[in-house]
């Protein structure tokens, strides 16, 4: 057995690219060397040992893409693929509804098996989805992020026309907006860093600061922060009888939502749980077809021996989407 290296939690806050194993394939998994890994807010979480499941010595990383390092089904070595990073019991009671996005049990790459971040993993093979031989694979390195944002809009039931608001402009909550525009919204995003503001502006979202801000109140708001300083304010941003959408992951606990007001206005709170299968298929035709620009949310790109430099700027606030590129030098 060969080793490889890759960004490992080592536990506490301490992050390092070391040498790890090369993960063997094995029934049902296919082995995959990756071309781009995203760094996203679970890494950041499990790098400060805030994560439940995660344990040190995994490898980070559950957003990626790459080719096949071998065949797998009626797919060739050297296809491109996206990696859906999600593993379902298929017993539990959701998996049997057909929502394995809540499974009981669900577990991930990159949290409780090894992850992408690293010159070669091995993935479920019913993740695996072929994409396009001309795919610029550094757009298609959001293809998960860009998932996340289309479950979350069609969770919404955002019609053409309709006014949308979205509070958080980090990667999903530019996704989230720039997927809600594409279906026909006016959209709005609410963002309190500098940086994040002006990187959302290059974009062309437009921002707006506060609820009172707004010619109206929306018909939609998503939360795409998780912060628990933004629970109490959410339902401000509603019309009479609109829609919450919660797409970032709070901690336990209360957090101060304001059930009178949402009561007297028949508002709806809903939550948004990653993705189904075709949630990712239209995210992928989404990002192929260039309709959502995904790569003009990429920051920037790291060779894999400055990943903790990249989660370093990340805890610091710099930056959008950054990504790691295994095979760089």
């Known amino acids: 057995m060969s080793d490889q290296d890759a960004l490992v939690w080592l536990g506490g806050r301490t992050v390092a690219v070391v040498p790890v194993p090369v993960p063997e394939p094995r029934p049902g998994w296919a082995p995959l060397d990756v071309a781009y890994a995203g760094i996203c807010g679970t890494d950041l979480h499990i790098a400060a040992s805030e994560h439940v499941r995660a344990r040190p010595g995994v490898v980070l990383g559950h957003e990626f893409v790459g080719r096949l390092a071998a065949p797998s089904g009626q797919l060739p070595a050297g296809q491109p693929v996206f990696v859906n990073p999600m593993v379902h019991c298929g017993t539990c009671e959701a998996c049997r509804a057909g929502r394995v996005n809540a499974c009981r049990h669900l577990t991930s790459v990159g949290v409780d098996y090894p992850g992408g971040i690293a010159g070669r993993t091995v993935v479920p093979e019913y993740g695996l989805y072929p994409l396009p031989a001309d795919t610029d694979l550094v757009a298609a390195a959001l293809i998960e992020p860009v998932a996340v944002a289309v479950r979350a809009v069609r969770r919404s039931g955002l019609q053409v026309g309709q006014r949308a608001h979205v509070v958080g402009g980090g990667p999903v909550g530019c996704l989230v907006a720039l997927v809600a525009t594409v279906g026909g919204a006016t959209v709005t995003l609410s963002e309190p860093s500098d940086d994040r503001r002006r990187r959302v502006a290059d974009l062309g979202i437009d921002l707006v600061a506060e609820p009172e801000d707004l010619d109206q109140p929306v018909d939609v708001v998503f939360d795409a922060t998780g912060h628990p300083a933004v629970a109490p ?71 894999l021996q400055d990943a903790v430099a990249a989660i370093d700027g990340l805890r610091r606030g710099v930056g959008m989407k950054v990504l790691i590129e295994p095979g760089a030098r």
């Open 233 to 303: 304010t959410l339902l401000r941003w509603l019309r009479v009888g609109g829609t919450a959408v919660v797409v970032g992951a709070y901690g336990p606990g209360a957090h101060g939502v304001d059930l009178l007001q949402l009561m007297f206005a028949e508002l709806t709170v809903i939550g948004s749980r990653i993705y189904l299968r075709s949630d990712i298929e239209a995210a992928i035709d989404l990002v192929t077809t260039r309709r959502v620009d995904a790569r003009s949310v990429v920051s920037r790109i790291y060779p």
